[in-house]
């Protein structure tokens, strides 16, 4: 088979400039991996990775002597890294490997001039291609392009072997189904798949992504969130066993409902929740969100005896707690676990909203990710199907969201106003207050005034103060 490549991007000429100095250099240098296997499907890439015989050090030289930055990032396990303008180029060692002694990090590595013994060690049939650059050819030593056309993720040799040296493997082999492409709602049953041995190895072997690290764990969580398929990435998570590994307390929504024949009719909470995640826009921070709004409702069911649906007091707060700690354990930066964090706790505010005291509404709306509360409640609501007066199945916008959108329409050019009116040292000035928590309190007062509307120049701010 041979690819031709578009020289005219940017990664691909730089990339090409790196194997040409290895080549110089007396060294072979081929593409390699993901990136060839999307040159084949045209599909765009961040990176492109290159093979040789070329030993790390001997790369580095060569690298610096053609002015081109270099970064170890492995070189112990024969990786360097070339950069330039933002563009990576990972270059690494053909090797052997010894024993996985972590389910990370092979206990020794051998460098050798075999190719064929570099593609066995690889993870995938379809990532073990290598692009010969001299003749445009692929070289195929695990039958990756006889899967690539039967849309096969499959494990290079033993799929317990490759997994046993590294369970990550098993979440990426659902990343790159996911972002590939599966059929909606198939699963692993059409579109792209993984394999019938591959998908019994890790269904046996699951439980091993608890070994892996949380940073690793949300850099494919990330990518299949991210991702155009992101709810069948979602389901093949489940099929496969590793999503109960990974966020235990979402099996328990598989088999909870709220009994209701007025709302709630599209089943139970796994699947709502994956309806929410399908009319979300695509944003990683809000699809956290999305997974866990509702993660806490089996924990706080309850049901009374005169009562047609089941209660669930408190989820949100639940919820959030929930999230917390696995955000804690998979290593979210501290900005991203708060405001998803507050969101979780806060979404049954728009759902009640028409409930809330006018002053509770002004300081909702005061909230600085209030938008971002409005994109969960959004996908929360349109994901809550519900019979209309006429006995349609449908979903929409409840009472309470839309209110609380008019609400929020109304009161943004209040919102801009408050910069011009909430400062410190007016306040102060017009109130006669000392620095503390007083003056904190009145300033949190004189906002909600001015969302109200009820304040709406430095006159009348006095005339509040003064009262």
């Known amino acids: 088979m041979r690819i031709k490549l578009d020289q005219k991007d ?83 060692t053909f090797r052997k490997e010894g024993f996985y002694k972590d389910r990370r990090h092979p206990s020794s590595v051998e460098f050798t001039k075999n190719l064929s013994q570099d593609a066995k060690r690889r993870d995938f049939t379809i990532n073990a291609l290598y692009l010969n650059l001299e003749t445009k050819e692929v070289i195929d ?86 991702s155009q398929n992101r709810c069948d990435g979602i389901r093949l998570l489940d099929s496969s066993g590793l999503l109960q590994f990974i966020i235990p307390e979402i099996s328990a929504l598989k088999k909870f409902s709220h009994d209701s024949k007025e709302f709630h009719l599209e089943g139970n909470m796994f699947e709502h929740t994956l309806l ?15 997974l866990f709004h509702d993660i806490a409702k089996p924990m706080k069911a309850k049901k009374e005896p005169n009562e047609t649906f089941v209660r669930t007091k408190g989820h949100a707060e639940a919820g959030a707690e929930i999230f917390r700690k696995f955000a804690n354990k998979i290593k979210f930066t501290r900005k991203n676990l708060e405001l998803i964090e507050w969101a979780i706790a806060k979404h049954m505010d728009i759902l009640r909203f028409n409930s809330l005291s006018e002053e509770e509404q002004a300081r909702l709306a005061l909230q ?24 349609r199945n449908i979903s ?43 003056l904190g309190q009145t300033i949190d007062d004189v906002k909600v005034q001015i969302v109200l509307g009820k304040i709406k120049n430095t006159s009348e701010l006095k005339n509040y103060l003064q009262k």
């Open 368 to 391: 600085p990710n209030i938008e971002f509360l409005m994109l969960l409640s959004k996908a929360d609501d349109e994901a809550n199907l519900r019979y209309d007066e006429e006995g």
């Open 141 to 226: 030593e695990t039958g990756g392009l006889k899967d690539l056309r039967a849309r096969l993720i499959r494990f290079v040799g033993n799929p317990r072997d490759r997994i046993d040296e590294d369970s990550l493997r098993m979440l990426r082999a659902v990343r790159i189904a996911t972002q590939l492409g599966l059929s909606a709602k198939s699963g692993p049953a059409s579109g792209w798949k993984i394999e019938k041995k591959s998908f019994a190895a890790i269904k046996t072997r699951a439980k091993f992504i608890q070994d892996v690290s949380g940073e690793r764990i949300k850099g494919e969580l990330d990518k299949i969130l991210l």
């Open 10 to 92: 940017k990664l691909t000429s730089f990339a090409l400039e790196v194997a040409a100095s290895l080549k110089k250099g007396g060294f072979r240098a081929f593409f390699v991996g993901g990136s060839v296997r999307n040159i084949i499907l045209k599909r765009p890439s961040d990176n492109l990775d290159i093979a040789t015989d070329c030993l790390p050090d001997k790369v580095e030289a060569i690298l610096k002597a053609g002015k081109i930055r270099s970064k170890p990032i492995g070189k112990q396990f024969g990786t360097i890294l070339a950069t330039r303008d933002g563009l990576i180029v990972e270059i690494t």
């Open 396 to 438: 929409g916008t409840s009472k309470n969201r839309k209110a609380a959108e008019k609400f929020l329409k109304k009161v943004r050019p209040n919102l801009e106003r408050i910069k011009q009116f909430v400062d410190g040292h007016k306040i102060m000035r017009l109130s006669n207050l000392k620095p503390g928590q007083e």
């Open 276 to 290: 929410a995640l399908e009319k979300a826009p695509f944003d990683p921070n809000l699809a956290y969100a999305i």
